[in-house]
């Protein structure tokens, strides 16, 4: 990493940190909603056909747990 990212870097890190956590987490909502209306516009889909596939895509690859299918 360059000397200049590493020192943007450093101060946004520690601006997070001086946040408090209500704050940091009101900006990583923030973040995720962007990131969303990023892959809309990339994509040319609807709000909530993105939702969908973010949905299907947490589930590729997972195993149901062993101890659901127990009847427990």
């Known amino acids: 990493m ?6 943007v870097r450093k101060r946004h890190e520690q ?5 408090a956590s209500s704050e ?3 900006l990583a909502l923030k973040l995720g909603w962007q990131d ?3 892959l809309c516009r990339a994509e040319g889909i609807s709000r909530e ?3 969908r596939i973010l949905r299907l ?3 590729e690859g997972r195993t149901p747990c062993s101890f659901l299918g127990e009847g427990r």
Not at 2 to 7: F, G, N, P, Q, V
Not at 15 to 19: C, D, E, G, T, Y
């Open 2 to 7: 360059s000397k200049i990212a590493e020192d």
């Open 15 to 19: 601006r997070v940190l001086a946040m």
């Open 24 to 26: 940091r987490v009101e």
């Open 36 to 38: 969303l209306e990023a």
């Open 49 to 51: 056909e993105a939702l």
């Open 57 to 59: 895509g947490r589930q």
